[in-house]
């Protein structure tokens, strides 16, 4: 196909190929390309998820694992693929969308490919405000789920006030965010020091990120915020993408900076504290994601639903790893920081070769 544009060519480049699909009067532009990587994407994550419902202790058969899936299976291989393997397989897609999504609205609003929950403080808030409501009041999981969003949200709060001269600039939030994520590590672990030996292990153990306790009720509270939160995000991505212009062409278009801004951190907190609640923080899926989907989907900003299928493949395909292919089964945590590791400094490595 010949993609030769301008004047000498005679033809017009009008930009990206883009889908438009309507309803009355609401009308939604997608870009051709990213739903592409979104349909690739979501193929390879189902196929993931059928390899994890196969594997275990009981080995089954594809056939069997889509079979109990569409209710064709009952007795022993229905319970492992509906209720002990399934809710692991869903909590990993949907708490990965859910990572990715937050990562790409940090790295949007704050206009800096180093913003990601984990590194700015808000998982460390979160997984403080659970430790303290594990450790201090042993609460129930939707006091887990509000004493982790009360600390991501009280830790952005800090964050924010600390930050502000005249408007919040992204670097100073990006220094801010690690001195007290710093402070956060230290006042967590001293914490779990002061705690019950018993108690403490097992808020360590949760600390490092893990799927293994994960129940249907868990995902279905989880999930259905989750839900809740991706359609506030969907809501904002169009003045997402105009604050990338910058503030003041932002504000040019009518879009209210401030406003906005504090929406999408609002947005993206609450999405990092309900994956924190129900499985502990789960680092680097947030960093790496959005950086991924980018050179998928070959855009000029970040997007959040190729970020979403991304962070859903790395949880899966993260979790299966550490669950089979590890020497003895680990916290998935464990497994996106070694995955998260390499590919930052990878990264780094590729940065450092186009400056020499």
Known sequence: MNTRTGPDTGEVDFG?????????RIAVRLDWRSVVVCAVLALAAAGMAVLALMTGSYQLSPGQAISALTGGETG?????????????VAAALVFGAALGVSGALFQSTLRNPLAD???????????????IVILVVNGSYWQLVGGALLGGMATAVVVYVLAYRRGVQGFRLIVVGIGLAAVLDSLNTWL?????LKVAMAAAAWGTGALNGVSWNQVLIGGA???????LAAMLSRPMRQLELGDEAAASQGVRVSTVRLGLIVVGVALTATVTAASGPIAFISLVSPHIARRLARTAGTTLAPAAFVGALLALAADYIAQHVAPTPLPVGIITVMLGGGYLGWLLFIEARRRL
């Not at 022993?76 to 692991?88: A, G, K, Q, S, T």
């Not at 998982?123 to 405000?129: A, I, L, M, V």
């Not at 915020?225 to 359609?231: D, P, R, T, Y």
Request: hydrophobic letters at 50%; charged letters at 20%.
């Open 16 to 24: 990206r190929r883009v889908l438009v699909l309507r309803h009355r």
């Open 76 to 88: 022993l291989v229905h319970d492992i693929v509906v209720e002990w393997r399934l809710p692991r």
């Open 117 to 131: 929950p984990g590194i700015i403080g808000f998982t460390q808030g979160s997984y403080t405000g659970a430790l």
């Open 192 to 196: 779990i020091l002061e705690a019950d």
């Open 225 to 231: 915020c989750i839900a809740v939160l991706l359609l």
